[in-house]
């Protein structure tokens, strides 16, 4: 037979022994929790602003955000989410400045059950300054040049398929030779630099 806990079953149970007269009671807390992640959701020169997520909580859990030396960062207002299960999901966003040292941690805690998870993220300088907004621009310039060349490169192709027809004698207008496109080989060290 399968037992499975429910957020529901947490509460005071009592067992009684008749025979001695006894009985006991005791307090059946239920938990849930799960491991926080980080991402950056958003870059500007010198700051960033990081975002924790940590699904699948019982009881509902707080959120903090703390430095390398442990001190509480001031933070937004955490969004706390139910689920139809019972169980709650949090996210909070903290806006973090270039320092000495860009280790960040964010905590998820549960006082009733005392339980704590955390995930901690260690950021490179270049994070702060604009080469990692310049990174992404010209990622989605590569993209689109790359792109754009592989439409060239397979209409070419597809147009020396369709030709069978003989080669005709080429009149005067038609001696010059066709112009080749040409796509300047660009060298440009991309730089992934958040996380």
């Given at each position: 037979?399968?037992?499975?806990?429910?957020?529901?079953?947490?509460?005071?149970?009592?067992?009684?022994?008749?025979?001695?007269?006894?009985?006991?009671?005791?307090?059946?807390?239920?938990?849930?929790?799960s491991t926080p992640s980080i991402e950056v959701v958003s870059e500007k020169t010198g700051?960033?602003?990081?975002?924790?997520?940590?699904?699948?909580?019982?009881?509902?859990?707080?959120?903090?955000?703390?430095?390398?030396?442990?001190?509480?960062?001031?933070?937004?207002?955490?969004?706390?989410?139910?689920?139809?299960?019972?169980?709650?999901?949090?996210?909070?966003?903290?806006?973090?400045?270039?320092?000495?040292?860009?280790?960040?941690?964010?905590?998820?805690?549960?006082?009733?059950?005392?339980?704590?998870?955390?995930?901690?993220?260690?950021?490179?300088?270049?994070?702060?300054?604009?080469?990692?907004?310049?990174?992404?621009?010209?990622?989605?310039?590569?993209?689109?040049?790359?792109?754009?060349?592989?439409?060239?490169?397979?209409?070419?192709?597809?147009?020396?398929?369709?030709?069978?027809?003989?080669?005709?004698?080429?009149?005067?207008?038609e001696d010059k030779p066709l112009n080749a496109i040409e796509v300047p080989s660009q060298?440009?060290?991309?730089?992934?630099?958040c996380i």
């Open positions: 037979m399968e037992n499975s806990l429910q957020t529901s079953d947490a509460g005071t149970y009592l067992c009684i022994l008749e025979q001695n007269q006894m009985e006991a009671s005791v307090q059946l807390e239920v938990g849930a929790v700051s960033l602003v990081l975002q924790c997520r940590s699904n699948g909580w019982y009881p509902e859990p707080e959120v903090l955000w703390l430095d390398d030396k442990g001190n509480i960062l001031s933070a937004e207002h955490p969004e706390t989410l139910k689920g139809p299960d019972g169980l709650y999901s949090v996210s909070s966003r903290v806006t973090v400045e270039m320092r000495e040292s860009n280790f960040f941690t964010c905590r998820v805690h549960q006082r009733n059950i005392k339980q704590t998870r955390e995930t901690q993220l260690n950021l490179s300088v270049k994070c702060f300054t604009d080469d990692c907004n310049k990174c992404t621009i010209w990622c989605y310039i590569l993209v689109f040049i790359l792109f754009i060349y592989s439409i060239l490169v397979t209409y070419n192709l597809i147009q020396k398929k369709d030709k069978t027809e003989p080669v005709k004698s080429l009149t005067k207008e060298k440009k060290s991309v730089h992934l630099c």
